[in-house]
């Protein structure tokens, strides 16, 4: 049975291809829980971690929808058993996550070569720092502070950081950089990774 596509992007799946995204939503949490550590320079609650790479796997493998499916439930079984941020810090890492994936594997569905992943993930790191940046501005860190206060956050953000001092200068000097880090690291493991477990994925 062929998966469904509207527009070239697929929007249904096979028993096999659930199964992948399953088990590649289940590298990611675990990736997500024991394997993120802060970054000197940034304020502590940006940790860096590589839970996006097996998303970005599997939008390369099955379309740009795969990548989105595996953030969410990455992010939903996160939320039920390991959150502490009441749901903020998981839409946080969704909506990143979502902004880098689905544009690197929607460029690569329509054109499938090693141009095209490069080009896509490029594309995904520009769009994945832009939406954060707006993201973390208008939503989530208003969202923070209805949990802790503005002062409190303004203060671990100084702490990891001594040029930001507000909202503004914490985009300018931690997020956009952050996920400029995030989104080229996790994309040159995926260019040395991808030729290696993609004939696994397609089998």
Same mark, same amino acid.
């Given at each position: !049975?062929?998966?469904?596509?509207?527009?070239?992007?697929?929007?249904?799946?096979?028993?096999?291809d659930?199964?992948?995204?399953?088990?590649? *939503?289940?590298?990611?949490?675990?990736? @997500?829980?024991? %394997? &993120?550590?802060?970054?000197?320079?940034?304020?502590?609650?940006?940790?860096?971690?590589? $839970?996006?790479?097996?998303?970005?796997?599997? %939008?390369?493998? !099955?379309? =740009?929808?795969?990548?989105?499916?595996? &953030?969410?439930?990455?992010?939903?079984?996160?939320?039920?058993?390991?959150?502490?941020?009441?749901?903020?810090?998981?839409l946080?890492?969704? +909506?990143?996550? +979502?902004?880098? +994936?689905?544009?690197?594997?929607?460029?690569? *569905?329509l054109?499938?070569?090693?141009?095209?992943?490069?080009?896509? @993930?490029?594309?995904?790191? +520009?769009? !994945? %720092?832009?939406?954060?940046?707006?993201?973390?501005?208008?939503?989530?860190? =208003?969202l923070?502070?209805?949990?802790?206060?503005? &002062?409190?956050?303004?203060? !671990? @953000?100084?702490?990891?950081?001594?040029?930001?001092?507000?909202?503004?200068?914490?985009?300018?000097?931690?997020?956009?950089?952050?996920?400029?880090?995030?989104?080229?690291?996790? $994309?040159?493991?995926? @260019?040395?990774?991808?030729?290696?477990? *993609? =004939?696994?994925?397609?089998?």
């Amino acid at each position: !049975m062929q998966a469904e596509r509207v527009k070239g992007i697929r929007i249904n799946y096979t028993i096999r291809d659930i199964t992948k995204i399953a088990l590649l *939503s289940a590298i990611a949490f675990v990736l @997500m829980v024991f %394997a &993120e550590f802060p970054i000197p320079l940034f304020p502590a609650f940006l940790k860096f971690d590589i $839970s996006d790479l097996p998303a970005l796997i599997g %939008a390369f493998a !099955m379309g =740009p929808v795969a990548g989105v499916i595996i &953030e969410f439930v990455k992010n939903l079984v996160h939320f039920f058993f390991r959150s502490e941020t009441g749901g903020v810090g998981n839409l946080a890492n969704f +909506v990143v996550g +979502v902004s880098f +994936v689905f544009p690197a594997g929607l460029v690569y *569905s329509l054109n499938k070569t090693r141009k095209g992943a490069l080009i896509g @993930m490029a594309v995904g790191t +520009v769009a !994945m %720092a832009f939406l954060a940046s707006l993201a973390n501005y208008y939503v989530l860190i =208003p969202l923070y502070a209805k949990l802790y206060s503005m &002062e409190a956050i303004l203060e !671990m @953000m100084n702490k990891g950081n001594k040029a930001i001092v507000d909202l503004k200068t914490y985009i300018l000097y931690a997020v956009i950089p952050f996920n400029i880090l995030k989104a080229a690291i996790i $994309s040159l493991i995926a @260019m040395l990774i991808y030729k290696k477990v *993609s =004939p696994i994925l397609h089998r």
